[in-house]
């Protein structure tokens, strides 16, 4: 079946200008989660939403970042005012409640 | 103190020989391990997960786990070159009722050697 789509792959951008990176997650997993990963680094949480709950927010790095999930499904990360050190892979996470974590392919953001 | 710990290595083997992976976690409360796999530019990929006190065997990986010394292990038995890459442990975090988040350590990179 369909694993996490994740959009774009790569995306090279400005210091300054605004990003959207998409997460279409497992059908059906109601959690879904996004994090950083820093070249050679580990993963960084960044926001967590289950249901219709409250997201969890507590690992946004600031507040240009933000993210929403629309019907249960779709997630969006936006990242505002772009700058050098938001350059990472983004990497989106889907799976059934306190079932292990399935990921998408990431997305490659690089800021010029 | 890191919520999850694991040494960076590189760990080195032979071969055919066991690798032996660790991970160390502060949360006591915690019910759910998982160990990742990521080969370079690539996502993690999940490979073993396990919940209660003891072994859990699947093919040539085996994860072992000790609540009480909060510690978790993978085994990789007859290691094969195309394990290598680098191994992250994960620990589900959170009290019931409240948000879980899977928390990571920060990868043992493991070479494989012909």
């Known amino acids: 079946g369909a694993g996490v789509s994740q959009s774009p792959s790569n995306k090279v951008t400005e210091k300054g200008k605004d990003v959207e990176l998409r997460c279409d997650p497992i059908s059906g997993h109601t959690a879904l989660y996004w994090y950083r990963q820093s070249l050679g680094q580990g993963l960084e949480f960044l926001i967590y939403?289950?249901?219709?709950?409250?997201?969890?927010k507590s690992g946004l790095p600031s507040d240009r970042f933000s993210a929403e999930r629309t019907g249960g499904s779709v997630s969006t990360l936006t990242i505002q005012r772009t700058q050098q050190e938001d350059s990472a892979v983004y990497l989106c996470a889907s799976s059934l409640v306190n079932q292990p974590q399935h990921f998408g392919d990431g997305t490659r953001l690089s800021i010029l | 103190q890191k919520e999850v710990e694991q040494n960076s290595g590189p760990l080195s083997v032979p071969e055919g020989a066991i690798a032996s992976l660790n991970c160390t976690y502060s949360d006591r409360g915690s019910q759910s391990f998982f160990w990742y796999r990521q080969y370079s530019g690539k996502s993690p990929e999940l490979i073993m997960f396990?919940?209660?006190?003891g072994d859990k065997e699947d093919g040539r990986f085996t994860a072992q786990l000790n609540k009480a010394s909060q510690y978790v292990s993978l085994l990789i038995r007859d290691s094969q070159p195309s394990d290598s890459a680098t191994y992250l442990c994960?620990?589900?975090?959170?009290?019931?009722?409240?948000?879980?988040?899977?928390?990571f350590g920060s990868g043992t990179q493991l070479t494989v050697l012909p």
């Open positions: 396990i919940y209660s006190n």
């Open positions: 994960a620990v589900l975090v959170g009290s019931s009722g409240s948000a879980r988040q899977l928390t």
């Open positions: 939403f289950q249901g219709n709950s409250a997201p969890d």
